[in-house]
């Protein structure tokens, strides 16, 4: 009888960890919707999150929002997401944290973008398909160090410009 009991604890205890890691899928979701999508503008099917609330705070609200938004890339190591998939969603909260710093465009932004929806996407997607070609993911994650580059070259470009013209506004 030792035995028969021995194996059904070993059943039991994967049914605990496939348990546990729905627990741990379902307080993620929950964490992004409150990030990105917890709330609705009035009149409108479009949703925010607490996300591009922090970003309007300045000097430090964006620093903080990718602070807690990394949260889920943890998570998605924990659940053994492949690299790519990290350095992908890592780049999500890059772009997401590079726009959020031009006032109020980066606050749009974020009510648009929602990183922390994508990166749970891409978890999920992981989770239930963990062999997405290495193909799909390279080509995104391509594409956004792309997007990343053009708009940090376009800020500093901006930056230069506005500084140029404060110079030559005080001289």
Do not use: C
């Amino acid at each position: 009888m030792a035995p028969e009991k021995a194996s059904t604890e070993a059943v039991s205890t994967d049914h605990l960890s496939t348990e546990l890691t729905e627990q741990r899928r379902a307080q993620i979701r929950k964490f992004s919707k409150l990030m990105d999508s917890r709330f609705r503008i009035p009149g409108t099917k479009q949703t925010f999150g607490i996300d591009p609330i922090l970003g309007l705070l300045p000097g430090g609200g964006d620093a903080a929002s990718l602070i807690i938004s990394a949260g889920i890339v943890i998570q998605a190591a924990r659940f053994g997401a492949r690299g790519s998939t990290l350095v992908l969603m890592l780049l999500n909260l890059a772009l997401d944290a590079i726009t959020g710093t031009v006032p109020i465009l980066g606050t749009v932004f974020d009510i648009f973008y929602k990183a922390n929806n994508r990166n749970v996407a891409l978890l999920e997607r992981h989770v239930v398909d963990p062999t997405l070609t290495r193909a799909q993911i390279r080509r995104r994650v391509i594409l956004s160090i792309a997007v990343i580059v053009v708009f940090t070259i376009m800020l500093l470009l901006a930056i230069v410009a506005i500084t140029a013209w404060l110079i030559a506004w005080i001289f």
